[in-house]
């Protein structure tokens, strides 16, 4: 059976729905090649995400209703019973489609992915786009999950639903299954620490002690004549509290930023100082 809906439509859904569901936004509009394009590429969309590109290929799932298919009265596949879904992979003696992918995931891994609906009609797709779950509930195969195609037959990628066993046939072999969050959720939202890791931690501990040292110094030089420390943190954190300033490229624990700034506004207010912190974050090599 057919799902009433075209693969054009489902593209769109799933990239708009994709998109507006994240906190970071990519850095280019999405890239659809053309149709001579794509014969060369492989892929019918590339969104370019704050840390890197990744690559769809979008499928419409033929939606199988009868017993009499090869997966049941034949194979009779665990996990799988009617209905299902076949994900049609374009057969090698018309497209190289599938070799292009494989292709191009091998110097993009974890970023290329036959992506294939759920939505077995209409009325659940157009309920998926309001919801804004189409992409959610959307299968996701990297194409080196099923491998190079046997043969110039027709192949397809058997499942249920967004859970559940897959297939990749007409020979059957049990496929990977990936969950679409996973997949590229730190793609979109990279921890801020994970290119840094512990680094970051270490380092923040390294300035915290060198401005509380700093502080320590500096009311000692200015005397009991002026607010005491805890008064100029609170000042200066009631301030940040309604503003956004200093915005460090490392997001600093919030304790550290009000020390940071308080420093920095008695050695300017009190000293006629200008209070700087310089910290390389390039490798650094042992001495």
């Excluded at 999405?30 to 590339?46: H, K, S, V």
């Excluded at 915290?208 to 609170?234: P, Y």
Aim: proline share 8%; aromatic share 10%; charged share 25%.
């Amino acid at each position: 059976m057919k799902t009433g809906y075209t693969e054009f439509s489902y593209g769109y859904a799933f990239t708009e729905n994709l998109i507006s569901s994240q906190v970071s936004p990519p850095i280019n509009a999405p890239y659809f090649p053309n149709l001579q394009q794509e014969a060369t590429l492989g892929y019918d969309i590339r969104i370019d995400l704050p840390t890197s590109p990744i690559f769809f290929q979008f499928k419409i799932p033929e939606r199988m209703v009868r017993t009499t298919a090869a997966e049941i009265s034949k194979y009779a596949l665990p996990g799988i019973s009617i209905p299902f879904f076949r994900m049609p992979l374009m057969e090698s003696r018309f497209s190289s489609q599938h070799d292009h992918l494989l292709t191009l995931e091998a110097s993009n891994p974890a970023r290329v992915y036959y992506c294939c609906s759920t939505a077995p009609d209409l009325r659940r797709f157009n309920a998926d786009y309001l919801d804004k779950q189409v992409h959610n509930h959307s299968l996701i195969v990297p194409p080196s999950f099923i491998g190079p195609l046997p043969d110039h037959k027709k192949h397809n990628v058997v499942f249920t639903g967004i859970s559940g066993p897959l297939y990749f046939c007409s020979e059957p072999r049990e496929v990977e299954r990936r969950q679409l969050k996973e997949a590229i959720s730190f793609l979109f939202d990279p921890p801020r620490e994970d290119a840094l890791g512990e680094e970051v931690k270490v380092r923040s501990e390294k300035i915290d002690d060198v401005i509380d040292k700093a502080l320590t110094d500096l009311l000692a030089i200015i005397g009991d004549r002026h607010m005491a420390l805890d008064e100029w943190l609170t000042r200066v954190q009631t301030r940040l509290a309604a503003t956004q300033e200093f915005a460090p490229r490392i997001d600093f624990p919030e304790q550290l930023r009000v020390k940071i700034i308080a420093a920095r506004e008695i050695a300017r207010s009190m000293l006629g100082l200008e209070f700087l912190i310089a910290q390389n974050y390039a490798q650094e090599s042992n001495p």
